[in-house]
């Protein structure tokens, strides 16, 4: 059931994702003197849960999984963030992560604030009959922490629709019958037939497409022709490439947990797709392509670099290789602070991850807006009130940064910032 390839990250990588996020957000409040008192508060989390539950295996033994789920903020509305099953997820790299969803949600000018959480797993590992028990059982001992106007869950790294589905069945399972049906949307990422918006599956991939487009388009330059290089070639990085193929750009470089591949004649993504479908979701062995050294990858000569796998992929020791004049961030925090100074002094672009990849989380909001209204929306729709909400975004970014003389990043999350301040200004902070 694995919804997104990934690279393994050592402890120490990891760990370093929450003190990338503080720097960050550090930096972006000195930029706007961002009021002291938000200042603290914005700095940590509200909610952290830890649950050690049992799960029985198919072989009838017992196994202790360790779930997590922690709540940043909610000053803007329900908190929203993905559920990931992955060997790195701890608490540290959940508050990192539920961190940039807050800015994520509030950049994109949702009504959301921002959480993640997941289960420390390798699902590789195990059955789907042992997953779907092991999805239920840590969404029942969630409780009431989730909820469609509380804290409502999403795919990430290893989960997808199927994961979705198990849980808003055992969620709905927990409320009486006539309350069932009202508390669908407390997941979004859901198949499309329990509830799921079609072309969801391709939001954050396409998402990623949009916001390359808006920077060529900016700088006067044609995709048709670019060459591009993809790390996690999942649900993110097979879209994004699908759609910049589509526009004539060519995929030169891609990589996943197996293995890396290159050929500077092009590697078709659809061949690619189809032959990891049929090979248990791997690239490895794929007969139009070079196999390489993974620690080369990103100085494979490029355009256009598309890290959609893990956070901190990016760092000091591979920053200066990298040949792309652009970085899209498909994953979130997939750049560290040190690298992405480094590359930002060599004039690279880097399109940073709460709004590259904000695709995914707009797609949720319209998925829980038809879950909640009781509606059906189009694809075709879908995908014109996704490109006109992320222009909106990229616009208001990039006019931000130039006016401003900084990067795109710290504008991004200026802006986000003062968003939310101003919620905690008007309002108040009880008592």
Same mark, same amino acid.
């Given at each position: 059931?694995?919804?997104?390839?990934?690279?393994?990250?050592?402890?120490?990588?990891?760990?370093?994702?929450?003190?990338?996020?503080?720097?960050?957000?550090?930096?972006?409040?000195?930029?706007?003197?961002?009021?002291?008192?938000?200042?603290?508060?914005?700095?940590?989390?509200?909610?952290?849960?830890?649950?050690?539950?049992?799960?029985?295996?198919?072989?009838?033994?017992?196994?202790?999984?360790?779930?997590?789920?922690?709540?940043?903020?909610?000053?803007?509305?329900?908190?929203?963030?993905?559920?990931?099953?992955?060997?790195?997820?701890?608490?540290?790299?959940?508050?990192?992560?539920?961190?940039?969803?807050?800015?994520?949600?509030?950049?994109?000018?949702?009504?959301?604030?921002?959480?993640?959480?997941?289960?420390?797993?390798?699902?590789?590992?195990?059955?789907?009959?042992?997953?779907?028990?092991?999805?239920?059982?840590?969404?029942?001992?969630?409780?009431?922490?989730?909820?469609?106007?509380?804290?409502?869950?999403?795919?990430?790294?290893?989960?997808?629709?199927?994961?979705?589905?198990?849980?808003?069945?055992?969620?709905?399972?927990?409320?009486?019958?006539?309350?069932?049906?009202?508390?669908?949307?407390?997941?979004?990422?859901?198949?499309?037939?329990?509830?799921?918006?079609?072309?969801?599956?391709?939001?954050?991939?396409?998402?990623?497409?949009?916001?390359?487009?808006?920077?060529?388009?900016?700088?006067?330059?044609?995709?048709?022709?670019?060459?591009?290089?993809?790390?996690?070639?999942?649900?993110?990085?097979?879209?994004?490439?699908?759609?910049?193929?589509?526009?004539?750009?060519?995929?030169?470089?891609?990589?996943?947990?197996?293995?890396?591949?290159?050929?500077?004649?092009?590697?078709?993504?659809?061949?690619?797709?189809?032959?990891? $479908?049929? =090979?248990?979701? @791997? !690239?490895?062995?794929?007969?139009? &392509? *070079?196999?390489? +050294? /993974?620690?080369?990858?990103?100085?494979?000569?490029?355009?256009?670099?598309?890290?959609?796998?893990?956070?901190?992929?990016?760092? $000091?020791? =591979?920053?200066? @290789? !990298?040949?792309?004049?652009?970085? &899209? *961030?498909?994953? +979130? /925090?997939?750049?560290?602070?040190?690298?992405?100074?480094?590359?930002?002094?060599?004039?690279?672009?880097i399109i940073p991850d709460i709004m590259c990849n904000s695709g995914g989380v707009i797609g949720s909001y319209f998925e829980w807006l038809q879950n909640r209204n009781g509606e059906l929306w189009?694809?075709?729709?879908?995908?014109?009130?996704?490109?006109?909400?992320?222009?909106?975004?990229?616009?208001?970014?990039?006019?931000?940064?130039?006016?401003?003389?900084?990067?795109?990043?710290?504008?991004?999350?200026?802006?986000?910032?003062?968003?939310?301040?101003?919620?905690?200004?008007?309002?108040?902070?009880?008592?």
């Amino acid at each position: 059931m694995t919804n997104t390839q990934t690279l393994e990250k050592p402890q120490a990588a990891k760990r370093g994702m929450l003190d990338n996020v503080l720097e960050q957000f550090n930096s972006a409040a000195d930029k706007i003197d961002l009021n002291p008192n938000v200042r603290k508060i914005l700095s940590i989390t509200n909610t952290e849960i830890i649950i050690h539950f049992p799960v029985r295996m198919d072989n009838g033994n017992v196994e202790i999984f360790t779930g997590y789920r922690v709540q940043h903020n909610n000053a803007l509305g329900p908190y929203k963030g993905g559920l990931r099953y992955h060997p790195t997820v701890d608490i540290d790299a959940a508050r990192a992560l539920a961190m940039w969803m807050t800015w994520k949600t509030s950049l994109a000018g949702l009504p959301y604030g921002g959480a993640k959480g997941g289960i420390q797993i390798d699902p590789s590992k195990y059955s789907k009959g042992e997953l779907e028990r092991i999805t239920r059982r840590f969404t029942y001992a969630l409780g009431e922490n989730i909820g469609p106007e509380h804290d409502i869950p999403a795919p990430d790294v290893n989960t997808n629709d199927q994961t979705m589905a198990w849980i808003a069945d055992t969620y709905m399972s927990t409320k009486s019958t006539s309350e069932r049906s009202k508390n669908q949307h407390v997941v979004t990422g859901k198949p499309v037939g329990s509830g799921g918006l079609e072309g969801r599956d391709r939001a954050t991939g396409y998402g990623v497409f949009l916001t390359i487009k808006f920077w060529a388009e900016k700088n006067n330059q044609s995709l048709n022709g670019k060459t591009f290089i993809v790390q996690g070639f999942g649900n993110v990085g097979y879209w994004a490439a699908h759609f910049l193929e589509n526009e004539g750009a060519k995929m030169v470089g891609v990589q996943d947990a197996f293995g890396s591949l290159q050929n500077q004649e092009g590697i078709a993504v659809e061949d690619l797709f189809n032959y990891g $479908k049929a =090979n248990s979701g @791997s !690239i490895v062995g794929f007969p139009e &392509a *070079e196999a390489m +050294n /993974g620690k080369e990858f990103f100085g494979l000569e490029c355009d256009i670099c598309i890290p959609a796998a893990l956070g901190n992929q990016i760092t $000091k020791e =591979n920053a200066n @290789s !990298i040949k792309a004049t652009l970085i &899209a *961030e498909g994953a +979130n /925090g997939p750049t560290d602070v040190e690298g992405e100074k480094i590359l930002l002094d060599r004039g690279v672009t880097i399109i940073p991850d709460i709004m590259c990849n904000s695709g995914g989380v707009i797609g949720s909001y319209f998925e829980w807006l038809q879950n909640r209204n009781g509606e059906l929306w189009q694809l075709d729709e879908i995908l014109e009130k996704l490109e006109k909400k992320l222009r909106s975004t990229y616009k208001k970014v990039t006019a931000y940064s130039e006016e401003k003389g900084i990067d795109m990043r710290t504008a991004a999350f200026a802006i986000a910032i003062e968003r939310i301040e101003k919620a905690y200004v008007l309002r108040g902070i009880f008592p």
